[in-house]
């Protein structure tokens, strides 16, 4: 990193593929990665996503502004949990079941 390391930071999925051609004195002490980038580099949750993203497709609507969503919801179906966010009107908390693979899920509010 050309003006040295932090103390914190995030790390974009490169930096974790090319990790071992990395200098750690480079990186900061703290790290984290996000869920898209667990999704990333986890191949089912990326089949998932796209099955999930063809579903959108085929319903009618878009999937381009909801597209982090739909990655975080396809890493939560890879982990068989729930994803939970915020709606308005409380909490939602998303069920995925094995019909989601299909590109089918259930929604509940909590």
Do not use: F
């Amino acid at each position: 990193m050309s003006s040295g390391p932090h103390e914190q930071g995030m790390l974009d999925t490169n930096i974790l593929i090319l990790r071992r051609w990395i200098d750690p004195a480079d990186l900061p002490d703290e790290m984290a990665i996000s869920a898209v980038t667990l999704a990333e580099l986890d191949a089912e949750a990326a089949r998932i996503y796209g099955r999930v993203s063809a579903a959108v497709i085929a319903s009618g609507r878009k999937p381009g502004r909801r597209m982090v969503d739909l990655m975080i919801a396809a890493a939560a179906n890879r982990r068989r949990s729930p994803a939970v966010h915020y709606q308005p009107g409380g909490l939602q908390r998303t069920s995925r079941t094995p019909d989601c693979r299909a590109g089918h899920s259930s929604t509940s509010t909590t």
